[in-house]
């Protein structure tokens, strides 16, 4: 969960796309380690360029995140360095 986003169950939880585009950098992460870890001890490297559309979408600040055009972009045409 978006670290924005209440964690009390309301409908007023302040979710927004950029809490969503965390959710999505989440999920990818989640893919690719074949589930989802419930504990924030278990970290394995996630492979690129995946890593850094991963990165780029859990970013703290929810400002700082991409827009799915952005994420879009990210995919077409990765920056492999």
């Known amino acids: 969960m978006a670290p924005e986003?209440?964690?009390l169950s309301t409908l007023q939880a302040n979710w927004t796309k950029a809490s969503?585009?965390?959710d999505l950098g989440v999920t990818i992460k989640g893919m690719v380690y074949g589930n989802a870890p419930i504990?924030?001890?278990?970290?394995?490297?996630?492979p690129a360029p995946l890593d850094k559309i991963v990165e780029a979408c859990t970013h703290v600040l929810s400002?700082?995140?991409?827009?799915l055009d952005e994420i879009r972009?990210?995919?077409?045409?990765?920056?492999i360095s």
């Open 20 to 22: 969503d585009v965390y």
């Open 73 to 79: 972009n990210m995919v077409e045409i990765p920056n």
């Open 39 to 46: 504990t924030n001890l278990v970290e394995w490297k996630v």
């Open 5 to 7: 986003v209440s964690r």
């Open 63 to 67: 400002a700082d995140r991409p827009s």
